[in-house]
């Protein structure tokens, strides 16, 4: 569950546009722990947080900016194993993050044609521990027609964070079909089945417009990653290790928001 008020207002000095926004909210959501590919815990937390953005458009389809942001974490255990993996405690977080966000495509969920680009940088601290964080993140999205119903597409997303004792909350978190606050989508991976501190993804995949609003979906895709010195996940090494994924199945754009129904298998 999420609750946000949000308040944006809008500038136009001549030539020069400006954004502007500012966001309150509640959210809780959590995070699954997976060992030798089972589910052995769940956490949750619960986050306060407010952001002030400060944007300026280049054209319709590019947007460039600054988000200023608090965070307050409280984050518990839920159920399954509870041994100490240090998501448990209070946190909070003040953070600086400048982006460029670039979009064309032809439908958000399931485009046949178009770019989408997010780049983010950002550099924060934790206020009580005095604890620095900084990195970067990205994803790409190229979407290609090949003909009336079939379309390909290419892509990837990558990110690092570095910090002095970094908490864990902050390392990103991998896996699922769609990219999200959540988790950075890798098909053959459950949602959150990775935690890293660094990490990059490629991927191809291709679309078949059953009709209007049902498609069918395939996609590969391949990731290296850090594994963060994690007791309950598998130490790879950047580079050296790769793991595989492939997904087949359908997306629905429905009047309550796209769908997806995958099948998928990683290696």
Known sequence: ?????????????????????LDIGYKNFPYFIYKDGDKISTYKSEIFSTELSLGTTFSNSVVSGLKLGYENYRTKYYEGNKNDFDFEGTNQFVYLKPFIYLDTLDNKAFPSKGTSLLLLSFSGEEISKKHNYNGFSGTLSLNFPVSEKVSLSLGGSLGKIVGDDLENNK????????????????????????YSDEFYIGSIGMNYNITDTLYLLTKYNIITYSSSDLDFQKEYELWKDKEHGYGVGLGWDTFLGPMTFMVTTGS
């Open 1 to 21: 569950p999420k609750v946000t008020i949000n308040s944006l207002s809008f500038y136009e000095l001549g030539d020069f546009k400006i954004l502007s926004s």
């Open 171 to 194: 390392l990103f978190r991998i896996g699922g079909s769609k990219t999200s606050e959540i988790s950075y989508a890798f098909v053959g991976l459950p949602i959150m089945g990775r």
